[in-house]
């Protein structure tokens, strides 16, 4: 991906194909067809399905039933100007048990998708996992398994072999801290494990299966521009103690250096590798782990406190939302400094990649108004703030080579259900009537004037 800081002017505009300006989605939050195409189940299917897993019992079997309106969707990306457009290839459609046969009306779906992306100007990004994984690895322990990441690496080759003639910018994996995290440890999420040591095999596993995917996605994608979707928050320590201090540094290594490091510098930091197990990193997995990659992937949405919790081993911190008197529908606080912190320390980090922001947005309790219009203004401030530093941190040289909102379409969010809204696009998941909001028309202003005002 090329990036386009030597153009920028001083100003605030934006000339026109500075950045690739795109929306992001995921397979599971808008595809629904749960049971159609041949799609095998997902860690999701039966974590949804669980009572008290998602809010008001919620899940993705319709979704935004996008499988089916994808074409209506593609057109409002195009009415919205949309340069690029990050979507997410599900696992189990391609491989329905997760390994062994390929299910080809899943690869037919996507391949559709990516010839009316091209059709409209629109530069195609895929993810290869975005937390569905097919349900029968889960009954081997899912990413506690070594054998996955195996796996994941024979999907990668079933995906790139067919898409990989036309999509050149891939994230093999979307937040794999996140998944970790929420998944593996507090269990709020797929596949709702609850336990501290899951932190190691998780991580880890997930890493090596990047690692060995970039193997076939190399041989089968030309000039591909590959990388991970890291999710990152600004850690800072909850109260000026020495050790609220500390906690908040522990934190950041084990939710983000890890993650980082293992990837772009192909070792654990001090504090993870001595406290990971010792069967779980095998020789050359940091080599395999590390391969060189084109892109780091910003997902960026909040800013968190971090407390010691001596008993809280192996972490001995714990992490909070910030108390804001206007939190979002998830209960964040908007806080754009900590994309700014973000893209700065990555350019001085890791100087040789081109960073790309690939989520960034807001979740509110966006309703249909009179006119048949969605007023989120809200979500226009946060936009301009969260962009306006993106520009910022551009002209003063950092690499960066687009900017994705989080997301096209409100979705299924996770263990929220489809109460907060993050669309440029409102859904109404009764009538799956679609309204672009005031935000996508500014959006597409945005694009097609380089105005940022
Ligand atoms: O909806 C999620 C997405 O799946 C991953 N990144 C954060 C978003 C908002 O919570």
């Known amino acids: 991906m090329t990036t386009a800081h030597d153009q920028m002017p001083s100003s605030n505009a934006v000339p026109p194909g500075a950045l690739l300006w795109g929306a992001a989605t995921s397979a599971y939050q808008i595809e629904g067809a749960a049971h159609v195409g041949g799609r095998g189940a997902s860690i999701w299917d039966a974590f ?27 057109a409002l990306m195009s009415q919205l100007g949309l340069r690029a457009y990050r979507f997410s290839v ?48 889960q009954e081997h322990g899912g990413w506690l398994w070594r054998d996955t990441a195996r796996y994941f690496a024979d999907y990668a080759h079933s995906v790139t072999q067919r898409l990989g003639d036309r999509v050149k910018f891939w994230m093999t994996l979307n937040e794999p801290s996140a998944h970790t995290e929420l998944g593996y440890v507090m269990g709020v999420h797929a596949p709702g494990l609850r336990r501290g040591e899951h932190y190691f095999a998780a991580m880890h596993h997930q890493l090596l299966a990047h690692g060995l995917a970039l193997e076939p996605l190399r041989a089968n994608v030309r000039d ?8 990152l928050a600004q850690i800072e320590p909850a109260t000026d103690r020495s050790e609220d201090q500390e906690a908040a540094i522990r934190a950041d290594v084990f939710a ?20 990971m197990p010792a069967d779980i990193v095998e020789p050359g997995d940091l080599d395999i782990i590390s391969r060189p990659v084109d892109v780091i992937g910003v997902n960026y949405y ?36 900590g994309l700014a912190y973000w893209l700065n320390r990555l350019q001085s980090e890791y100087p040789d990649q081109t960073i790309v922001v690939t989520e960034n947005g807001i979740g509110l309790p966006d309703r249909l108004g009179p006119a048949g219009v969605i007023a989120d203004t809200r979500r ?3 936009l301009r703030e969260h962009i306006g530093v993106t520009l910022a941190a551009l ?35 009764h009538t799956q009537q679609r309204t672009i ?12 004037s380089g105005n940022l005002e």
């Open 395 to 429: 002209r003063a040289g950092v690499k960066i080579g687009g900017y994705f909102v989080w997301s096209l379409l409100d979705n299924f969010e996770w263990q929220c259900g489809y109460r907060p809204r993050f669309g440029l696009v409102g859904v109404d998941h």
């Open 302 to 337: 909040l800013r968190l406190l971090a407390r010691a919790a001596p008993l809280r081993e192996i972490f001995g911190y714990t992490t909070e939302l910030v108390k804001t008197r206007r939190p979002t529908a998830m209960g964040w606080e908007e806080y754009p400094a």
């Open 90 to 137: 599900a696992w189990p459609r391609i491989h329905p048990n997760g390994r062994g046969s390929i299910n080809t009306t899943g690869l037919d779906f996507y391949d559709r998708l990516v010839d009316g992306l091209m059709a409209r100007g629109i530069t195609p990004c895929a993810t290869l996992y975005h937390w569905d994984l097919p349900l029968a690895l």
């Open 437 to 448: 909001k005031a935000s996508g028309y500014w959006y597409a202003q945005l694009i097609a």
């Open 256 to 275: 983000h250096g890890a993650y980082l490091e293992a990837t772009l510098r192909g070792h654990y930091p001090a504090d993870v590798a001595v406290v």
């Open 224 to 231: 591909a521009q590959v990388g991970i979707a890291y999710n």
């Open 48 to 74: 949804a399905h669980q009572p008290g897993a998602v809010e008001r019992g919620e899940h993705g079997d319709v979704a935004c039933d996008h499988y089916r309106l994808w074409e209506a969707d593609l």
């Open 380 to 382: 226009i401030d946060y």
